[in-house]
């Protein structure tokens, strides 16, 4: 899969992407409900809100075939290595839950920051691309971004350890005006199965979600391979030590996953 010229000037512009229903129903199915039985499991990798409402879970591509696959699939590591020139490995792998009624804000801030800080990478050649799991909308904490604030460089920011059950280095309110006075706020929405990518300085944060549609994100974070971390603080199942450039599956794996247990009964 490759990114055509407008879409690599409109990244490189913007610092963000979003591409429309890029994985089927079935595929998204498939995920979704293993997301829901991840989350469901005791595993230190599963982070829950102070309501007890899961959070986030970490590295399931590390024990769960579906994700594995995804971790792996083309569709989302060829962009990446086009834009970076380079193989990438996998920095970090989430799947993000913004629960129905419970899903709980995440503070204005940059991902390069934490990266920077706490992984100790070198510069922000990692980026996040993002797998719909549920409809995205406009009233259940769709990620905002600022656009072209990728362009403002790694920017002073605080360890925000009381908010929320997630510590984040965070960015002040004038930090943050200044910046969306200049871009703006998107908002990108779209059905399951949307991919979006993002520069790893972009900054970006969601309000809660206090409706009752679940808003379910899978999160990977690609690294270019020269890139690696240098001084790790965070455990591996967060910041990952294997830098290993993916060797990506066939565009057709997830689906035949997917298929799999429908054929077994056939």
């Known amino acids: 899969m490759k990114l055509s010229q407008e879409q690599l000037e409109f990244f490189e512009r913007e610092g963000w992407l979003f591409l429309p229903e890029l994985f089927s129903p079935e595929e998204v199915d498939l ?3 293993e997301a829901v039985g991840i989350y469901d499991a005791n595993r230190p990798e599963v982070w829950r809100e102070k309501s007890g409402a899961p959070r986030t879970a970490f590295a399931a591509h590390l024990y769960n075939e579906a994700f594995r696959l995804l971790g ?4 989302m590591i060829e ?13 970090q792998f989430k799947i993000n839950a913004k629960s129905a009624f419970t899903g709980d804000v995440w503070q204005w801030h940059q991902d390069y920051g934490t990266w920077k800080r706490d992984d100790g990478m070198p510069e922000p050649r ?10 995205v909308m406009p009233i259940n904490g769709p990620l905002m971004l600022v656009p072209r604030s990728q362009n403002a460089g790694d ?14 280095w965070t960015l002040d309110e004038a930090t943050v005006t200044r910046l969306v006075e200049q871009g703006g706020i998107v908002a990108p929405t779209g059905k399951p199965g949307g991919m979006l990518m993002f520069h790893g300085n972009l900054v970006h944060g969601s309000a809660g979600n206090i409706t009752p549609y679940p808003r379910k994100i899978v999160y990977l974070t690609l690294n270019a391979v020269s890139n ?5 603080t965070r455990p591996d199942y967060i ?3 294997d830098f290993a450039p993916i060797r990506t599956v066939d565009d057709d794996a997830l689906l035949r996953l997917a298929r799999a247990p429908r054929q077994a009964a056939e």
């Open 228 to 232: 690696y971390i240098r001084k790790p």
């Open 79 to 91: 962009p990446v290595e086009q834009l970076f020139g380079e193989p990438v490995y996998m920095h």
């Open 126 to 135: 990692a980026m996040n691309i993002a797998i719909f799991l549920d409809e």
């Open 239 to 241: 910041a990952h030590r």
């Open 31 to 33: 995920l979704a409900r």
């Open 155 to 168: 920017l002073e920011a605080s360890h925000d350890l009381a908010t929320t059950s997630y510590p984040l």
């Open 72 to 75: 792996a699939h083309p569709r």
